[in-house]
Each structure stands twice: as C-alpha cells, then as structure tokens.
C-alpha cells in the first residue's frame, strides 16, 4: 500500500517526538512491504515565525490531499499575547475544521509495567482500557458567537456552547461503532441536569442508541463522571462526549493510567484524518532530548489502524512499545528509581528494532494484557 503522510512538527518537543514516529513508521512500511512518502510542513508557533500564519495555505493544501497528518503539538510562550487568530492554536482548530475531523478518539490504557506511575492502587486500576471519544467540531470551543468586551471593571466575556441534532447523531453512531469491536457498552457524559444542549445530547444518543441493541447504553453527568474515573475506572469501556468534556475526562484518564506521555489521538470523520500525542509542546524540555515519543509512535499506530485499515501493523507497533516497556526502558518522565532511563531518540531506536524483529520472525504481536 501507498502511505502519504504529512508530518506537522509543530513546536517544542513536536519535532523531537515526531522524529521518532515517522522513523518507527518507515520500520513498518519496510517490513510489511508498503511505499511510504512523507513530507513535512510547518503549523503552529514554526508557521508564525516563518510565515505569519499558524495555520499557511500551503500546509493546509499539503493535509488536503494527503492520506493523513501527524502533528506533534502546538503553541510556544512567545506567542501568548497575540489575538486569538494569530496564536499557535488558532492553527490547530482551523486544520481540524478544514479537514472535517469530528470525531476525536483518545485511549487510555494502564500498562502493568508502569504500576508505579499511576497514582491510584494496582488492584484498582489494573485492567483499564478506555476509549474517550470526544465531539471535535462543537461545542464551547467552536460556537458562535464569543468575545470579550468592554473596558475595566465593565469588561465581560461570553462563549456559545451550541450543538445541533445532525452533530449528536454522528458522534454517536463512530462511539457505538467502536463499541461493538470492545465490550459493548457505552457511557454517554452529558449535564442534562443544567445544560439545554446536554438535554439535546442525551435525547439524541438515547434515539441512535435504538439502532444497535448489541452495545448496551448509559448515561452520567460530567461531574459523577470525573469521580468515576478516579474511584473505578475500570468500569468504562468507551466514553462518548462532547468537545470540553471530552478535553478535560481525557486528560484525567491519562493521570489515572499514569502516562500522559503514551497517549495517543485520532481525529477522523472527514476524508483525512489527523493523529497526534495527546500531550503539549513542552517547551521546558524542548531540545533536550528526553521527551517521551511513545505517545506520538501510538499516534501512528492508530493512523495505520483507522486511515490505512492495516490492524497488524498497528499491532505490531503497540506491541513493540509493551515489550520495551516491559524490558524496564523508560524516558525520564515514566522513570522511577532504579529505571533505566534513555533518550527520545533510543526510545524511538529500540521501538524500531522490536518491530524489525517482529516482521522478520513473523511473530504474532502481543495483547495489551
């Protein structure tokens, strides 16, 4: 197969991590026998030094007439007082848009051999294994109209959270769809107790719910939600939500299972899809080499499961980053004491090894258990 891939760098440790995915990624094109092209193009913080845009033409026709875009993260302090078109961020939300990428699609899974990340008991969080599929295009972060206004004491903001019924509906049906290849349930994350588009929300997933009776249905306010993940996440198979929700339940499934540096992204729905780490650009520990890349090396493993329907390979690249984990190698942000610690660019080295092997002895990748 043909795999086109643009790769986003982006800022801080973007490149680092990005780096080390599409080395992994051409390991795999190799083995399994595909073509793989990768062109790289700037967004973000890179776009508004070089070009005075986060998000230039050229980049965003690049992602157009691509198969996918991997993005490594967005946003640098030096932009921070810019108005809100011209920072990094800005660019992000406009490629998410122009490429129709509705649906977003964080996992969160615990990794028996980081135990000691976690924060919570291994009896209580042994076995996790979460899907957050979260509304991209709506909500607060997209509604209209928003602004702040006025001066001094007299100065007040306003967003818009807003969604529609053709919005829910699509949402819904990828979260059941998932649902029916793990273990059949889904927990829709609403406030309909407060929020009129909440009420909206869990009318309409309750509806779709009626076209797949194999996956049974649920419903939480957020806020029960949020203290579920903590008090027994195990109990969650796939979470569908909205846009904010889904930002902040994510990011704490990734505290729960200890690991905001394995967590991967994918953002489908339209003709191209973008993957990304779920975790910042870091700029504390830009240029050091000590960034963790396995979140941006399981990025490409969902890229290669969703956009290219290769679940092998995909396979191959999860299980590769189970076996160096489980071989005691760690970046120094899931390093306890006594650990061995290497670089970004070894960690992306021995992931890459692992899966030469793999393909050269045809062995059958491992389970996440």
């Known amino acids: ?17 990005t780096t080390q995915a599409i080395r992994v990624l051409h390991e795999v094109a190799s083995a399994f ?5 990768v062109d790289e193009k700037e967004i973000g913080g890179a776009a508004l030094t070089k070009f005075g845009d986060p998000l230039p033409d050229g980049t965003l026709q690049s992602c157009l007439a691509a198969d996918a875009v991997l993005l490594g993260a967005v946003g640098t302090p030096a932009f921070d007082h810019n108005p809100r078109e011209l920072r990094p961020e800005a660019g992000l939300l406009r490629l998410r848009q122009e490429l129709g990428a509705f649906a977003n699609l964080r996992p969160a899974v615990f990794y028996p051999a980081l135990a000691a990340c976690s924060p919570l008991r291994f009896e209580m969080v042994q076995g996790t294994d979460i899907l957050i599929v979260r509304e991209l295009l709506g909500g607060l972060y997209f509604g209209q109209p928003r602004s702040i206004e006025g001066q001094g004491t007299s100065q007040h903001a306003y967003n818009t ?3 529609s019924v053709p919005e829910v509906e699509r949402i819904a049906c990828v979260a059941f769809e998932l649902a029916r290849g793990r273990r059949q349930r889904v ?9 009129e588009c909440s009420r909206l929300w869990r009318e309409v997933v309750t509806r779709i719910s009626a076209g797949y009776p194999d996956v049974q249905l649920s419903h939480m306010y957020v806020d029960s939600a949020a203290m579920s993940l903590v008090l027994k996440p195990t109990q969650f198979d796939v979470i569908l939500t909205e846009n904010m929700f889904g930002d902040i339940l994510s990011d704490q499934a990734g505290g729960v299972v200890g690991a905001l ?4 992204s994918a953002s489908i729905g339209g003709p191209v899809g973008l993957y990304e780490p779920v975790h910042g650009s870091a700029p504390d520990i830009a240029g050091k080499g000590i960034a963790n890349p396995l ?12 956009t290219f329907k290769l679940p092998r390979e995909a396979e191959c690249v999860e299980a590769a980053v189970i076996s160096v984990l489980n071989a005691g190698l760690r970046t120094p942000d899931l390093a306890r004491s006594g650990e061995r610690v290497i670089t970004s660019s070894e960690m992306g080295e021995k992931i890459t090894e692992w899966v030469h092997s793999s393909a050269d002895t045809n062995v059958r990748v491992a389970s996440r258990n």
């Open 161 to 163: 959270m807003r969604y």
């Open 261 to 264: 540096g394995l967590l991967a």
């Open 295 to 306: 979140g941006a090396i399981l990025s490409v493993a969902m890229m290669l499961r969703y």
């Open 187 to 195: 927990l829709s994350v609403d406030k309909a107790n407060v929020l």
């Open 33 to 37: 026998g595909h073509t793989l092209e």
């Open 1 to 17: 197969m043909r795999l086109r891939i643009i790769s986003l760098p982006g800022d801080g440790i973007g490149p680092e991590v």
